[in-house]
């Protein structure tokens, strides 16, 4: 493997400019930018939750970026300037590096408007929109969402899939996956931290080579090993695969693009490992249905509401919406980055399922090697062979003997040209 004291003068170069938007993009945190403070939801419920939460244009205002916008900007304009200079207009791998200067200014360009109309539009153009669809004729996300929402309907009344109790305490659930993630990353080397923390609106957050666990939060085991995939095996494993890149640092940092492919692979593995379940799926479809109802013009009452009547206790309600409206206002468009679950998860399987027909095995495993998106897949595969880019060290077990996924991909792309319409009308009398 190429370390940084052995590189050639091309690859030096290379790791000089990725090493530069590594740095310059740390104070750049989108979620710790748009969230709201514990004061907004102490007024929402001492109004009874009748009132619209009190955030506007001035509450953004009063809690500055932790940088100066104006002069981030230029520093991504300089870097991507200088990847043209130096390595050219067509470099595959300064395309990439390109891209990513520029969704890092639309990022910011994003927080500048927070409070704002353009801030909701920003966030359609990074991550998309529920009334987007995947081709032409195809069903939108928000069709999706819906199609998804009926069929969990029809199992919701079933005793024998109901959760089970919430029993494990945030610190229990801390033991619990620290235990679990050093049997997959390595006993006692501490490469992964599991830890409590207040202050995250998720029950879980993952960082560079940690995992918060919300202090208040109450788990299962099922959710504990949903946590140690979602989480564990993706985001902290591409995190880590991404720093162990000695070129192409930037792969351990994601920019909005990145984010569609992580969560989707997340998701992915969460099914395939066998560790989601309905309520967790419905959590995803409900996501995708309030954000389309923001983009339609629901307010956050309109929002709240939908979660009520979803089953959900009034603080989780508020939780999941607050999620919808975070960095807009309260009867703004959405901040839509939620749906990169559902889309990602599709977008994934789909390039997946086309990697089997194809024969092309070997790029499969390269999802995991830092923070990827699929348009940068076959370049990826092309910076592997040059030596640019190293295969990823963490892998989950389902992705390293692809004999299964193969198997049952071949399935999928079989079985995708039945009618399940004529197969429902022919199986009526036996089911």
Not at 277 to 302: Q, S, V
Not at 375 to 401: A, H, I, N, S, W
Request: aromatic residues 10%.
């Amino acid at each position: 493997m190429n370390t940084r004291n052995n590189l050639d003068e091309y690859q030096s170069i290379v790791r000089a400019l990725s090493d530069r938007i590594v740095e310059v993009q740390t104070p750049v945190r989108v979620l710790d930018a748009v969230k709201w403070d514990e004061s907004v939801r102490q007024r929402f419920f001492e109004s009874g939750c009748r009132e619209l939460p009190q955030v506007d244009r001035n509450y953004y205002d009063s809690r500055p970026l932790a940088f100066d916008s104006g002069s981030k900007k230029r520093e991504f304009q300089d870097i991507e300037r200088d990847i043209t200079r130096q390595l050219g207009q067509f470099s595959p791998v300064g395309q990439i590096m390109r891209r990513m200067c520029k969704e890092y200014r639309m990022v910011i360009r994003m927080l500048e408007a927070r409070g704002t109309a353009d801030f909701g539009m920003i966030s359609q153009e990074l991550y998309g929109a529920a009334s987007d669809a995947f081709h032409a004729g195809d069903p939108t996300l928000a069709d999706l969402g819906l199609m998804l929402s009926d069929y969990l309907n029809n199992i919701a009344d079933r005793s024998d899939l109901k959760d089970e109790p919430k029993t494990v305490t945030a610190k229990e659930a801390v033991v619990l996956l620290q235990a679990r993630l050093d049997a997959v990353f390595g006993e006692g080397e501490g490469v992964i931290r599991v830890f409590e923390s207040d202050g995250i609106l998720a029950d879980a957050a993952a960082g560079a080579d940690y995992i918060k666990i919300r202090s208040d939060a109450m788990f299962n085991p099922r959710d504990v090993r949903a946590l140690e995939v979602h989480e564990g095996l993706v985001h902290v494993g591409t995190t880590l695969n991404g720093q162990n890149q000695p070129i192409c640092t930037f792969l351990a940092k994601g920019p909005p693009s990145s984010t569609v492919t992580q969560e989707g692979l997340a998701i992915l593995m969460e099914v395939i490992a066998f560790a989601s379940y309905p309520t967790r799926l419905r959590k995803l479809t409900n996501r995708t249905r309030a954000i389309h109802m923001a983009e339609e013009g629901a307010d956050f009452l309109d929002v709240f509401g939908f979660f009520r009547e979803q089953g959900y206790s009034d603080e989780d309600s508020y939780g999941n919406a607050s999620r919808v409206f975070r960095g807009s206002i309260p009867d703004g468009l959405p901040f839509t980055k939620d749906l990169s679950y559902l889309k990602g998860f599709i977008m994934v399987y789909n390039y997946i399922q086309l990697a089997v027909r194809k024969g092309r095995l070997e790029q499969i495993p390269l999802l995991f090697c830092g923070k990827t998106t699929l348009e940068d897949m076959r370049t990826l595969r092309q910076l592997v062979d040059e030596g640019m880019v190293v295969p990823p060290k963490y892998l989950p077990q389902q992705f390293q003997d692809l004999n299964a996924l193969s198997a049952w991909m071949c399935f999928s792309n079989f079985l995708n040209h039945l009618s399940l319409d004529r197969i429902e009308a022919d199986y009526s009398n036996i089911l």
